[in-house]
């Protein structure tokens, strides 16, 4: 009953790994796990740019400005618009 199974190799019949199913989900439960680990990690390597990196809007507006992106009339409706 309990072991590797009958004979066959190794989590066949009706061995100690549900059949030969066994392996299988144990596979599947780890690449799951890999695969949720790096999801985690990537979600949270972008949270410590976004708060690293905070610029209000009129900074923006301001370095838009300031690179001639945007005329001085555009410039004042925009910052009436924020403010």
Do not use: C, P, W
Not at 33 to 57: C, L, P, W
Not at 58 to 70: F, S, V
């Amino acid at each position: 009953m309990f072991g590797y199974g009958n004979g066959n190799g190794f989590g066949t019949g009706h061995g100690m790994f549900f059949g030969g199913y066994g392996m299988i989900i144990i596979l599947l439960i780890i690449v799951v796990a890999i695969v949720a680990f790096i999801i985690i990690g990537k979600s949270k390597s972008y949270q410590i740019i976004d708060r690293g990196h905070t610029e209000s809007a009129i900074d923006i507006l301001k370095q838009r400005y300031a690179k001639g992106e945007i005329s001085e009339e555009e410039f004042e409706k925009m910052k009436k618009k924020i403010l």
